[in-house]
């Protein structure tokens, strides 16, 4: 099972691009990278997945190299409701995913 | 959808208490997870269910736990007897499959004290 190695905390200001990297040496050929968001007091909420190259929604975009080792959620713009912690994981399965510390994202005004 | 629903949202009990965590997940979803989060060891799978059968349980702890889903659109988590290291929060999540690490929706969790 592929595990996850992110920052464990970032600070940023509002208005500003905040990237966040996340590295997964040994993702295997089937596993997707999916990205959540947990604030305090509620369950974590899905903000993007993807497997190669670049997915963009509304909220988010993610940047996966061709090696696949690692990835980059990037959140434009960022605001004080971002405040949060993300979790990246790696999987194919629900079943599989390791959900590691997570990176404790603090925006200031 | 009102998303997935948890009761209670805080519980608070004394040791050896037999303690019922409730969960209605999204309508249609197949899939239903019941994770555990502590600030030591994060998030943590306890078991999940496809279609009312319950798949995988390797993440319950111990036999104090178990875990039933009788209908779609019901299950429950029950700790008998519960232990002071049994505080959490635990979250009831749904999802309409396991494939390509597809989303999961979680409940807003029920923290439960066991003093």
């Known amino acids: 099972l592929a595990k996850t190695t992110q920052p464990i905390s970032m600070d940023s200001y509002e208005g500003q691009e905040v990237n966040i990297t996340c590295s997964h040496n040994n993702i295997a050929t089937n596993d997707y990278i999916t990205w959540y968001q947990q604030f305090p007091s509620q369950g974590p909420r899905f903000i993007i997945q993807?497997?190669?190259?670049?997915v963009t929604n509304e909220v988010a975009s993610l940047f996966i190299p061709a090696d696949r080792k690692s990835s980059t959620l990037s959140l434009p713009r960022v605001s004080l409701s971002d405040t949060a912690v993300y979790y990246c994981l790696v999987g194919d399965s629900n079943y599989q995913l390791i959900w590691g510390a997570g990176t404790k994202l603090i925006i200031k005004p | 959808d009102a998303g997935v629903i948890q009761s209670p949202r805080h519980e608070v009990t004394e040791m050896g208490q037999e303690v019922t965590l409730r969960c209605k997940p999204i309508?249609?979803?197949?899939?239903l997870f019941w994770y555990r989060q502590t600030m030591m060891r994060g998030l943590e799978l306890l078991i999940y269910?496809?279609?009312?059968?319950?798949?995988?349980d390797s993440g319950m702890p111990e036999d104090r736990f178990s875990a039933k889903m009788p209908n779609a659109s019901f299950s429950t988590l029950k700790i008998q007897p519960s232990e002071p290291r049994d505080s959490a929060v635990y979250f009831c999540?749904?999802?309409?499959?396991?494939?390509?690490?597809?989303?999961?929706?979680f409940g807003e969790g029920s923290r439960l004290t066991v003093l």
């Open positions: 309508s249609g979803h197949d899939y």
């Open positions: 993807g497997y190669k190259t670049k």
């Open positions: 999540a749904s999802s309409t499959g396991t494939t390509n690490g597809g989303e999961l929706f």
């Open positions: 269910f496809n279609n009312n059968v319950p798949i995988d």
